[in-house]
């Protein structure tokens, strides 16, 4: 394997927890082989200011700013931890593909726009390798959701011949449906992201550990049934949504008096569940990937095993790719797609007018 295949892929993911680091060479077909990993923990100071921006109807530029160059000595920290497990040297990596921090997301707004921060020019400074960054936005210009990206390096994963989904728990839900060698996908809605912010508020912990809190409480139906009566659930793909959107300003618009606390996370995670569930029985796949923080959640994940019957949940190593790292690995590809000027966006995803190069290129 020649070091001209060889990419770094970087994401950190609406819940602001970690950036994951994952080092990936690619054969001739577009086959990948995993290399090393690395995850980094995001500094609490970092997390928060990230959440602060995420969930504010107004932005300070300064902040944003700040955070921007922040954002990247924390992502080119990671990719110096990640060569250092490995022999490679930055002069071995084609390039760095990164995803960026999301702080805003409105493709829906007029005009339509979304913003990733982490500055691209400053990681490749620091780290000496080319980066391709800013994915998103091209799709958004062609009229699309830009979200979500990663179904299109799914349906390099499976034979065409195969019916199979993909279901990411991160901050936020979303399927990958492939069938008949067509792909489509879109956010299913909440997924970590409302329960994370409600245990952090009450519990000071920055999420459910096995949904064991979630476990002490109970469903209550009619909450249930207010937060799932949101005109995004009714909304026909494609469709994409954000921590902008679902917070806890959202849910605190929602709630009543006297719930108690663990109730309330029951009711979050019955939401997840329930949303994700539905979504991925439309599709009619009997067999579905899974990856991303929330297939930690053992009560989240029993919960769509009664949804889903008989339907096969599997983690994505089964695929080769590690479930904890599949989005930075898809970023990993969507940098080599750039670079070789190919699409990176599905318009059956994301609505756009067609296929697109996605990503900009800062040269090392």
Request: include cysteine; glycine fraction near 10%; charge should be negative.
């Amino acid at each position: 394997m020649s070091a001209a295949d060889i990419y770094i892929g970087l994401m950190s993911g609406t819940s602001a927890d970690a950036v994951d680091a994952v080092m990936v060479s690619f054969d001739s077909d577009s086959s990948v082989r995993a290399i090393a990993s690395h995850s980094v923990p995001m500094p609490e100071a970092s997390r928060r200011r990230i959440i602060a921006l995420q969930t504010r109807t107004t932005h300070d530029v300064f902040d944003v700013c700040e955070l921007d160059v922040e954002l990247a000595d924390i992502y080119a920290a990671a990719v110096s931890a990640l060569l250092t497990k490995t022999e490679y040297t930055a002069s071995d990596i084609t390039a760095i593909g990164n995803h960026g921090q999301t702080l805003l997301h409105f493709p829906n707004h007029q005009p339509a726009f979304t913003l990733q921060i982490g500055d691209n020019h400053r990681l490749a400074e620091l780290t000496g390798i080319k980066v391709i960054g800013d994915f998103r936005r091209r799709d958004i210009a062609a009229g699309g959701q830009a979200a979500p990206l990663i179904p299109a390096f799914h349906k390099t994963l499976v034979s065409n011949k195969r019916a199979v989904a993909f279901l990411n728990i991160g901050g936020i839900a979303n399927i990958s449906c492939i069938k008949e060698g067509r792909v489509y996908g879109f956010d299913t809605g909440p997924g970590n992201t409302l329960m994370d912010a409600w245990i952090n508020q009450h519990e000071g912990r920055n999420y459910d550990h096995d949904g064991a809190w979630a476990a002490e409480g109970s469903v209550n139906k009619k909450l249930l049934t207010t937060l799932r009566d949101d005109p995004y659930f009714k909304k026909s793909a494609p469709k994409s949504t954000g921590q902008d959107y679902f917070n806890l300003g959202w849910l605190n618009e929602r709630l009543t008096d006297g719930l108690p606390p663990s109730d309330v996370q029951r009711t979050l995670l019955e939401l997840t569940a329930t949303t994700a569930g539905e979504a991925i029985s439309l599709t009619g796949c009997e067999s579905v990937f899974v990856f991303g923080g929330g297939r930690h959640n053992c009560l989240l994940m029993e919960r769509l095993r009664d949804l889903l019957g008989n339907v096969s949940l599997e983690p994505t190593d089964k695929l080769g790719v590690d479930p904890d790292y599949m989005e930075a690995t898809a970023f990993a590809w969507l940098a080599k797609q750039c670079l070789a000027g190919l699409p990176g966006n599905e318009p059956n995803v994301t609505g756009a007018r067609g296929s697109r190069v996605l990503g900009a290129i800062f040269p090392a």
